[in-house]
């Protein structure tokens, strides 16, 4: 009789064990996939900034490109604009030079 109740308390101390052991196996899958949701959202949330840095940053550029092409064009007006108040300082130049002669 005593082997018989020793096999049971064995036999259910077995069975505890094994339900311990799937019990803690699901709890610790349960945290294991909320810490990889939480670090697969802030990887998510960390790229999606890193695309609006980049984002603004060609809004600069392309802003910075007109920029510039407008001033090329500014530097094209300025340059004929000498070349034209050259020609007339030259013009007046050669009609008091030349009547001084």
Known sequence: MTIEVALLISGVS?????????INMKRNNRK????????LTTVIVKLENISN??????TEINGMKSD??????????????????????????????????
């Open 68 to 101: 510039q092409k407008d001033d090329h064009d500014h530097i094209i007006r300025l340059d004929e604009s000498l070349k034209s108040a050259w020609k007339r300082i030259n013009e007046i130049g050669g009609k008091t030079g030349g009547s001084n002669e």
């Open 14 to 22: 077995v069975a505890f064990g094994i339900y311990q052991g799937i």
């Open 32 to 39: 294991d996939d909320r810490n990889e949701a939480t670090q």
């Open 53 to 58: 840095g980049i984002s603004e940053i060609k």
